[in-house]
């Protein structure tokens, strides 16, 4: 099997739901006319990643400020009971293509907000959602932590699809979680634009010998609105410079990384690359020791089937 993908390097209408979602609508026509079956948009793309911001927190103290501006993160954040899923799902169908897109999730029951990556089919709408079981650094004061049940994977008709946000690719056994599942396109959104992430993305692609396609927005100072400019004045004008990637199931960039601008990486994955791959290593089959080694993952469930 072949599959056409995109991945999306664009910036968010920043704490602007409504307008963000009308530019992924955009977003998605156009590439699913060039034939793409799968379209991946970056880590928290609606609303936007807070890069630079402190919410007025330090220790021991939080500023009014600070408090409100969390407030419009919130507001402008996805409900997953709401016409926002509903929107997608609809955009999925029309465009019959998958959509994998980092959102910030609000949850009306106990008000803490996710870092989460969205699954949705253009036959089933939402397979699942997958919460950053750890925010790095001071994310942690924004986004709530997942738990086990948050580690999911999805047998589809385009194959087996599942991931990890950002910088939980670097723990090895939650990376390992989605290895056991079988995963052949790992998805991983991102706001790490280093040169050394390229490096963990072929690293990922060769140790799960699956397909790695990482996804990071491209910001700059400028694109805030001047409402929030003084939050981050401090900050370079490049704030994020993308670095978005595909890699083969051998380690080898397919596209990419894209720096310094906006746009899409389009890329055809042959699946049978990911049998070829396996000859000389299995991490999860003849690789494996399972005479040695175990892993048992708390609450996470089974590979959910289309």
């Known amino acids: 099997m072949k599959l056409k993908v995109a991945v999306v390097q664009e910036s968010p209408v920043f704490f602007d739901k409504s307008k963000t979602?009308?530019?992924?609508?955009?977003l998605v026509?156009?590439?699913s006319k060039q034939g793409c079956e799968l379209i991946v948009f970056p880590e928290s793309f609606v609303p936007g990643y807070p890069r630079g911001f402190s919410f007025g927190a330090t220790i021991g103290s939080r500023t009014d400020e600070g408090r409100k501006l969390y407030s419009e993160f919130a507001e402008n954040s996805i409900d997953l009971e709401s016409e926002d899923l509903q929107g997608l799902e609809k955009l999925a169908k029309t465009h019959h293509t998958y959509l994998v897109i980092g959102v910030t999730e609000k949850q009306n029951v106990n008000g803490t907000l996710y870092?989460?990556?969205?699954?949705?089919?253009p036959t089933k709408g939402l397979l699942g959602v997958h919460r950053k079981i750890k925010p790095t650094g001071t994310e942690r004061l924004i986004w709530g932590e997942a738990a086990g049940e948050s580690l999911v994977a999805f047998e589809t008709k385009i194959g087996k699809l599942g991931g990890l946000i950002c910088w939980e690719n670097y723990m090895p056994l939650a990376r390992m979680s989605m290895?056991?599942?079988?995963?052949?396109?790992?998805?991983?959104?991102?706001?790490?634009?280093?040169?050394?992430?390229?490096?963990?993305?072929?690293?990922?692609?060769?140790?799960?010998?699956?397909?790695?396609?990482?996804?990071?927005?491209?910001?700059t100072?400028?694109?805030?609105?001047?409402?929030?400019?003084?939050?981050?004045?401090?900050?370079?004008?490049?704030?994020?410079?993308?670095?978005?990637?595909?890699?083969?199931?051998?380690?080898?960039?397919?596209?990419?990384?894209?720096?310094?601008e906006a746009g899409a990486l389009v890329a055809e994955l042959d699946f049978e690359q990911v049998q070829k791959s396996k000859l000389d290593f299995d991490v999860?089959?003849?690789?494996?020791?399972n005479d040695i080694f175990e892993l048992k993952v708390n609450g996470q469930p089974a590979i959910v089937k289309e």
Not at 21 to 26: A, F, H, P, Q, V
Not at 115 to 121: E, F, K, Q
Not at 187 to 197: K, L
Request: aromatic share 12%.
């Open 21 to 26: 979602l009308d530019k992924i609508e955009t």
């Open 221 to 260: 100072k400028s694109m805030y609105p001047k409402k929030y400019r003084h939050l981050v004045q401090n900050e370079p004008e490049d704030m994020c410079l993308g670095g978005s990637i595909i890699v083969s199931p051998l380690g080898e960039v397919i596209q990419g990384p894209l720096f310094g």
């Open 284 to 289: 999860i089959g003849h690789y494996a020791r």
């Open 115 to 121: 870092c989460s990556m969205l699954y949705i089919s």
């Open 179 to 219: 290895y056991q599942k079988g995963v052949e396109i790992y998805i991983a959104p991102t706001a790490d634009s280093r040169n050394e992430w390229t490096t963990t993305m072929k690293h990922i692609a060769l140790e799960g010998r699956c397909f790695v396609l990482g996804c990071n927005q491209y910001y």
């Open 29 to 31: 026509a156009s590439y």
